[in-house]
């Protein structure tokens, strides 16, 4: 009995000894990651001839906001392609998010004959395209994306990636549910509304932040597609902004002119803080469901 309570003991102590080396590593790797984010904030706020001088500082020791001026010196167009780029994030993660569950949904049914050749046609599309080129004219001269909004939602609409992953969870749904809803009358497209997207709430998670994260840092397809300056969204327009001034800045140095001094450095910084801040105060609030969806998705596969 008492060597039972001493092995009990030990136990114990193997386990807290465990579980303090566990939060340390990561608290530490939780450390390394945070460390990047505060130094762009101390950065977006510091003096542009202070990081020249002195790098980026871990504690700030000068303090400016003439980044941030900069870059809303113009706040109706930050706040149009801040308005665009939330309108297409919604709308595109709302239809990426429903295709690739209903997609992921189909691929898992076992009732589904054509299932394992949709499968490798979806995969096939991963490892080879087109071309930049061809898809570009298909965009352009019979789709008309020019100067249109499809142009920045349709691209990125379907992630074969993310079908994989919602495929993956809903295989470890069980059969029986479908079943029986078939046997009480209710169709296929019924079954997936009422019965699986409700038992699909850490995957809609996974895959909303996924998405969402894909349409609020696109700039490529905007780039491609748009010309209209009011159809801008952010990270394009905070792109071309730091392209003029980096432009200013070599023709001035190049012709000798005495142009104001723009603080590239730390524009940069600033503009890394008003593209990101929603997308990280977001983060905090789909974590659980985030982590599970991706646990439940990579074990179910």
């Known amino acids: 009995m008492t060597g039972k309570k001493h092995h009990g003991r030990k136990m114990s102590k193997d386990t807290l000894a465990v579980n303090i080396l566990g939060y340390v590593l990561i608290g530490l790797f939780a450390l390394i990651c945070v460390v990047p984010f505060y130094l762009i904030i101390v950065a977006s706020f510091t003096p542009e001839a ?3 001088r002195n790098g980026y500082p871990l504690i700030p020791t000068e303090f400016s906001i003439e980044s941030y001026l900069l870059c809303l010196k113009n706040p109706v167009s930050i706040l149009k392609a801040y308005g665009t780029t939330i309108g297409v994030t919604v709308v595109g993660t709302a239809c990426a998010v429903f295709i690739a569950t209903m997609t992921g949904y189909v691929l898992s049914r076992k009732d589904f004959p ?6 490798f046609f979806f995969f096939f599309t991963t490892l080879f395209s087109g071309g930049l080129v061809p898809w570009y004219m298909l965009c352009v001269r019979y789709l008309n994306f020019k ?8 691209p990125l609409m379907f992630s074969v990636w993310n079908m994989i992953i919602a495929k993956s969870f809903m295989n470890g749904i069980p059969s029986a549910i479908s079943e029986s809803a078939k046997m009480d009358g209710a169709n296929d497209f019924v079954i997936f509304i009422r019965l699986i997207l409700p038992l699909s709430k850490p995957l809609l998670a996974t895959l909303s932040l996924f998405s969402a994260l894909a349409y609020w840092n696109d700039w490529y397809n905007c780039m491609l597609f748009i010309t209209d300056e009011n159809m801008f969204t952010l990270q394009y327009y905070l792109q071309r902004m730091l392209g003029s001034a980096e432009a200013m800045r070599i023709v001035a140095e190049k012709s000798g002119m005495a142009l104001p001094s723009v603080p590239l450095e730390s524009m940069k910084m600033a503009m890394t803080v008003i593209a990101t801040g929603p997308i990280v105060l977001l983060y905090p609030f789909v974590q659980k469901y985030f982590v599970k969806g991706l646990t439940i998705g ?3 596969g």
């Open 114 to 119: 054509w299932r394992n050749q949709f499968s």
């Open 298 to 300: 990579a074990v179910k």
């Open 50 to 52: 202070s990081l020249i």
């Open 147 to 154: 100067n249109s909004y499809i142009g920045i939602l349709l």
